[in-house]
């Protein structure tokens, strides 16, 4: 009976170590070819986007976006130098997503200053988009902006844009887990501990002192690929 309860505690242990190397080796892969020294946050504010075409009004830190020149409405950052190398991502917030013709960001580089680039935003809400995947964005950026048009319904809101550069936390956002899934998450990574838990006070002082130094061993491991996680987003 003793060493059929020690077997169980070996394999519940074993379950839990592997859970756990799992985990690190999805922060690792998370973590892997990042910037060591990630530039900050570029951002764009509703004050600083100039209508070139269409008009609009300030709503708090939202651009209420309700006049168009032609059917259509454009905001440009105005001249820029932004290194695109080093940002890979754009976050912007967009209430609502007109019906028709997409809106669009779009950008032009300062070798190319008559090629304009656009790239459509094909959602609404809390948006990242991942401006490394384009091909165009290379070089030196010199002008951001958006295009809208008009296509008859409510005034679309516009949030503040942000350049990002490649950093932890937003590599976990692109995954965009749900709720649910971020719970069952929490649960496998809570069994995996009850389970060592269950090990470490079934076996011998030996056996205890292995399966902290590994715990111990993994959680420094994952608390390292942790601190890369940049939360102010």
């Known amino acids: 009976m003793a060493e059929r309860v020690f077997s169980l505690a070996r394999l519940c242990v074993a379950a839990a170590i592997a859970a756990l190397l799992v985990c690190a080796g999805a922060l690792a892969y998370l973590a892997r070819d990042l910037p060591s020294n990630p530039v900050d946050a570029q951002l764009f504010a509703v004050e600083d986007l100039k209508f070139v075409m269409g008009s609009g009004k300030a709503d708090g830190e939202r651009l209420l976006i309700d006049g168009f020149t032609d059917q259509y409405a454009l ?3 105005g001249p820029v130098a932004v290194n695109a190398d080093d940002y890979r ?9 007109p019906e028709g013709e997409a809106p669009s960001v779009f950008w032009r580089r300062s070798e190319a200053p008559a090629d304009l680039v656009q790239l ?17 964005w290379r070089g030196e950026i010199s002008e951001l902006g958006f295009l809208f048009r008009d296509d008859g319904g409510p005034a679309v809101k516009l949030g503040p844009a942000r350049l990002e550069p490649d950093t932890f936390a937003l590599r976990l956002r692109r995954w965009a887990l749900s709720k ?9 990574a809570a069994l995996a501990l009850a389970l ?8 011998d002082t030996a056996g205890a002192l292995t399966a902290l130094l590994v715990l111990l061993s993994l959680s420094l491991a994952a608390g390292y690929l942790l601190k890369k996680i940049d939360i102010g987003l």
């Open 75 to 77: 905001l440009s950052s």
């Open 89 to 97: 991502f754009l976050t912007v917030s967009l209430d609502r997503l």
């Open 120 to 136: 459509r935003l094909g959602a609404s809400g809390d948006l990242l988009i991942e401006l490394s995947r384009h091909t165009n």
């Open 180 to 188: 649910r899934q971020t719970v069952g998450i929490s649960y496998l």
């Open 196 to 203: 060592a838990g269950i090990f470490i006070m079934s076996t």
